[in-house]
Every structure is written in C-alpha cells, then in structure tokens.
C-alpha cells in the first residue's frame, strides 16, 4: 500500500472518529515535560545514550499510565488521573508515534511515551527549559537511587560499557 494511500486512509479515519486534534507543545516551568514538536530535520543521525538517557528510561520504566490536562496552558500538572487514555495519539514528523496516555513519572513530571526518543535524538534541539527539566529528572533519580542501589547498579554498568567501547575505537 503507498504512503499516499495509508495517510489518506489515516485522515479518513481519524475525521470519521471524530477525534480532536491538541497541540501537545509546552514549554515552561510546570510538570509537563517534553511535550514538545521537534521537526524532522533535527533529527541526530547517531543516537545519544548517556546517563540522563538511561536516568529516563529508568523513570519511565516505573511510571504510572494515565491523563493529564496538558492541553489547558493554564494547568501545572496537578491534575493527573491515573488509568485511561485520549482518543488519539501523536505523530512525530520521523515517523514516531505516541500512545493515547501520558505518564507520570516518580519525580512528579507528567510526560509522553516519546520521551525517549526525543531525548535521545533530539537532545541537540531541545528547548532549555526541557534541557533543565531533564537535568532535574536526573538528580531526583539519583537521589532515589542512593535510597536503592538497583539504579546506581544499572547506571554504573551501562556507563562502564559505554567507557569501553569509546576506549577501544579510540585504540583503532
């Protein structure tokens, strides 16, 4: 089936659902975290996993599925209703797609199921109140991990394999 054909199809779909389109782009000091619209062209052609990497997927690993009043600028994240979903879901222009719930991840930020993604190719472009927002997420990580040592465990061992593998490209 061409492209054409399956986003025709798509568009057909979705307006037949009657589903309603929300921007999902924020950018300020409230909870929401990475509700962001990177364009395509921003995309890094080599992936970025270093420890506020891995100190999110250990976050969403252990987030709770819900919904979120993202969409009301006016909201800072207090109304998280764990459980449910949207009618709809995210498309990025890289051809990523979201789920139909946020997350609520153990620091309290609310986010999407792109996350990842876009921390790890979209790092460059990201804006700097997300860049701060993924700092933060990495110390109360941290912080949670020297209450459980399964975190620091995990991130010392990727961080080691990633130590090794640049030491011996730079031997060749």
């Known amino acids: 089936m061409g492209v054409f054909v399956r986003v025709f199809f798509a568009v057909v779909l979705l307006s037949h659902l009657s589903?309603?389109?929300?921007?999902i782009h924020r950018e300020d000091t409230s909870k929401f975290f990475l509700y962001i619209e990177p364009r395509a062209q921003s995309i890094s052609d080599t992936p970025v996993d270093d420890e506020l990497?891995?100190?999110?997927?250990?976050?969403?690993s252990q987030?709770?599925?819900?919904?979120?009043?993202?969409?009301?600028l006016a909201s800072r994240g207090k109304q998280f209703k764990e459980?449910?979903?949207y009618r709809g879901m995210?498309?990025?222009e890289d051809g990523q797609v979201s789920t139909t719930c946020d997350y609520l991840l153990p620091n309290g930020f609310i986010t999407n199921s792109c996350c990842v993604h876009y921390v790890r190719y979209y790092r460059d472009s990201l804006p700097e109140t997300e860049l701060k927002k993924l700092h933060k997420l990495h110390e109360d990580m941290l912080r949670q991990g020297k209450k459980s040592d399964g975190f620091l465990q995990k991130l010392h061992?990727?961080?080691?394999?990633?130590?090794k593998s640049a030491k011996k490209s730079s031997d060749l």
């Open 90 to 92: 995210h498309f990025v």
């Open 157 to 163: 061992k990727y961080m080691t394999r990633q130590d």
């Open 83 to 85: 459980g449910g979903g």
């Open 19 to 23: 589903l309603t389109a929300y921007a």
């Open 63 to 72: 987030a709770k599925q819900g919904t979120a009043d993202y969409e009301n």
């Open 53 to 60: 990497t891995k100190s999110l997927e250990l976050a969403f």
